[in-house]
């Protein structure tokens, strides 16, 4: 496709997707807290994304997930995050492929957080656990192992597919300016770039109180970058 295909042809203030988004996203922080209030469930432990080998994992989480946030400020920055940013690119793009990103983005952050859980967390853990067989402090390793799985907290948030958007916005719109605390101007390409350095050292840093999935992040902005690479490659360039 040419790239007058991809010219924008007018633009909303809330562009659909953007807006399903948002009420979908609202809904279910609502219902999750009805549910959790009046019923005592967690539909954290149903609807977020738990570890493949877990007991809880079902193969629908990997878009559920992604619906599900923490707390009041955490769905609060990643919406704001959807409609400041998300609103340019779906306007752009049109909101088929504007969706399509989203939830490529959204599942690529799992995909990363998990491989990387799994050679800084779980391979440890497996080694401590066999070593601990070994010297007859275990009788059931598997069982353990098990464990181990099932008290892995899930991951929740849209948070993998946010900074997905923020990437997109950086290579779509680097000379933006942004104004960081809504008083310091910055440029959209340095913008993305410093915040993936920060989230990379956040990551590698690895504070033991810090509950955020920082390679999940990353994992967002990686699968965006593939994912636009590829339909540059193909001729669906911007």
Do not use: C
């Not at 809330?14 to 988004?21: A, G, Q, S, W």
């Not at 629908?60 to 609060?76: E, P, R």
């Not at 997905?164 to 680097?174: E, N, S």
């Amino acid at each position: 496709m040419s790239y007058n295909s991809y010219r924008p042809r007018g633009f909303s203030f809330l562009p659909e997707v953007v807006k399903n988004l948002l009420i979908i996203n609202g809904l279910f922080f609502l219902v999750t807290i009805v549910v959790g209030n009046r019923l005592g469930i967690d539909l954290t432990q149903y609807l977020g994304l738990h570890y493949p080998l877990s007991d809880d994992f079902k193969p629908y989480q990997i878009i559920t997930y992604m619906f599900m946030h923490g707390n009041f400020l955490h769905i609060l920055s990643n919406m704001f995050a959807l409609w400041m940013f998300g609103t340019s690119i779906e306007n752009y793009w049109g909101g088929k492929r504007f969706l399509v990103y989203y939830l490529v983005t959204g599942l690529g952050a799992a995909i990363i957080h998990y491989i990387v859980l799994y050679y800084t967390t779980v391979i440890p853990a497996l080694h401590e656990i066999k070593a601990l067989q070994q010297l007859d402090n275990i009788q059931d390793a598997d069982a353990v192992a098990q464990q181990f799985y099932n008290h892995i907290p899930p991951v929740v948030g849209a948070s993998g597919a946010v900074f997905g958007i923020l990437l997109a916005f950086g290579m779509m719109f680097p000379n933006q300016i942004i104004y960081l605390y809504f008083a310091i101007p910055i440029k959209a390409k340095y913008f993305v770039i410093l915040y993936g350095l920060f989230e990379l050292y956040a990551g590698i840093e690895n504070s033991r109180s810090d509950n955020v999935a920082h390679f999940a992040h990353l994992g967002g902005m990686v699968f965006g970058y593939i994912l636009i690479k590829y339909w540059n490659k193909n001729g669906s360039r911007f």
